[in-house]
């Protein structure tokens, strides 16, 4: 499954990277402070090189992906698109069959979610990423006190429940936003803005997101 997620996710965002323009390529991408919509191509791109060159020292950490856009900052946007359609097959062969933890395919589909929201554009469809939706909402739970319950649906009426204490909190959110938060891509605030009853504790908001809790306030895409 997760192979032909990353597949289908490397054919969209090639196709919208092909008609951007330099200035699109430039832009910054709020998701990622510091890295441009070219950046992010690169480290897509040296994510799938590298698995095919097993060159995985430090992956998946800072210094690894930095080394992704270093070493192509300067290469055409076609270049980078051959170069991750020639490695595409190598990274597929490495991804489980579940998604379990980190890894490409959700890199990727995190990413396409950067990408879009940075350049203005509607979110992609929910197939796309509610497999990995299915897997985070349960993550907010994992720092509950025993004495807490954790009641999390979105607008399809999915529900994720975590704990079994008397004290019970419950959040209702579009999937997609839950997605993105969860995927640390929303603001402590965002979250806390989300419908809660009762409000959320400081420490519940900052249990959001594989990456940490963030402060910079992320563009909402339209559906």
Do not use: K
């Not at 950067?114 to 554009?121: I, P, Y």
Request: proline content about 7%; charged content about 25%; overall charge negative.
């Amino acid at each position: 499954m997760l192979d032909a997620i990353y597949r289908a996710a490397r054919a969209r965002i090639s196709t919208l990277a092909t008609g951007l323009t330099e200035d699109q390529l430039n832009l910054a991408v709020p998701a990622t402070p510091g890295w441009s919509v070219h950046d992010v191509l690169a480290h897509l791109t040296g994510g799938a090189a590298d698995v095919l060159a097993q060159r995985l020292d430090g992956a998946p950490g800072e210094s690894w992906t930095a080394r992704h856009v270093g070493e192509r900052r300067n290469r055409p946007v076609g270049e980078l698109l051959d170069e991750w359609e020639r490695a595409s097959p190598a990274a597929e062969a490495s991804l489980p069959g579940r998604f379990t933890g980190p890894n490409l395919a959700a890199d990727v589909i995190c990413h396409e979610g950067d990408l879009r929201e940075a350049l203005g554009l509607p979110r992609t469809d929910r197939e796309h990423w509610q497999p990995f939706l299915d897997v985070l909402g349960r993550l907010p739970g994992r720092l509950l006190p025993d004495t807490a319950t954790l009641v999390i649906s979105d607008e399809l009426g999915q529900e994720w429940r975590s704990g079994s204490g008397e004290s019970v909190t419950v959040l209702r959110a579009d999937g997609y936003e839950l997605m993105r938060g969860l995927f640390s891509r929303r603001s402590r605030s965002q979250i806390a803005g989300w419908d809660w009853s009762p409000e959320p504790s400081a420490q519940l908001v900052d249990s959001f997101g594989v990456f940490g809790h963030r402060d910079d306030d992320q563009p909402i895409p339209v559906c």
